[in-house]
T-cell receptor, first 114, second 113 residues
Framework: DGGITQSPKYLFRKEGQNVTLSCEQNLNHDAMYWYRQDPGQGLRLIYYSQIVNDFQKGDIAEGYSVSREKKESFPLTVTSAQKNPTAFYLC?????????????FGPGTRLTVT | QQQVKQSPQSLIVQKGGISIINCAYENTAFDYFPWYQQFPGKGPALLIAIRPDVSEKKEGRFTISFNKSAKQFSLHIMDSQPGDSATYFCAASNSNSGYALNFGKGTSLLVTP
């Protein structure tokens, strides 16, 4: 069963703690992405990686870190430096087609920090 | 700064009607324009996409119209159904940033029976 897996679906943390969100794909896609979604804000890019051991900052990378040690995995760490970490986090991977580079999203992780 | 502007913020359409959502962009380097559908609590699902060398693309009840000179594109949902009630996002991307997507803020569509 191919797809993008994000775990857990819901995550609760205390303020000041770092937390790592998991993203795994078995689609053999080269590129992976992390977005953050807030109500009424659409999705905003945190980080992306086009190849193993390489990644680039997106528009709102401050307070986040990533790693890409394996093609299948792109974990996101929300650090204590992120001022407003409570949000819905979405991971995606992409496939190049004749139309363009199609991105497919995982089911998301809802993080609540209190 | 929002690179893709989407309107309206919300839309109510009767069953069988046409839903129209509009988007505008500034960056002429964008070369891929997808639309996503999202249900509450779920990840967005790719609906339909277009490249700027095409003015229209149709897939079933969904059509994208693209106006390169005006830097605008729109989604038309024909024969709208209650099951189409969801949030729709337009987006744009290009190779300069690894095809990462720049999203509009979304349109909440409600199709009434």
């Amino acid at each position: 069963d191919g797809g993008i897996t994000q775990s857990p679906k819901y995550l609760f943390r205390k303020e000041g703690q770092n937390v790592t969100l998991s993203c795994e794909q078995n689609l053999n896609h080269d590129a992976m992405y992390w977005y953050r979604q807030d109500p009424g804000q659409g999705l905003r890019l945190i980080y992306y990686s086009q190849i193993v051991n390489d990644f680039q900052k997106g528009d709102i990378a401050e307070g986040y870190s990533v790693s890409r040690e394996k093609k299948e995995s792109f974990p996101l760490t929300v650090t204590s430096a992120q001022k407003n970490p409570t949000a819905f986090y979405l991971c995606a991977s992409s496939l190049t087609t004749l139309t363009g580079v199609e991105q497919y999203f995982g089911p998301g992780t809802r993080l609540t920090v209190t | 700064q929002q690179q893709v502007k989407q309107s309206p913020q919300s839309l109510i359409v009767q069953k069988g009607g046409i839903s129209i959502i509009n988007c505008a962009y500034e960056n002429t380097a964008f070369d891929y324009f997808p639309w996503y559908q999202q249900f509450p609590g779920k990840g967005p699902a790719l609906l339909i996409a277009i490249r700027p060398d095409v003015s229209e693309k149709k897939e079933g009840r969904f059509t994208i119209s693209f106006n390169k000179s005006a830097k605008q594109f729109s989604l038309h949902i024909m024969d709208s159904q209650p099951g189409d009630s969801a949030t729709y996002f337009c987006a744009a991307s290009n190779s300069n940033s690894g095809y990462a997507l720049n999203f509009g803020k979304g349109t909440s569509l409600l199709v009434t029976p």
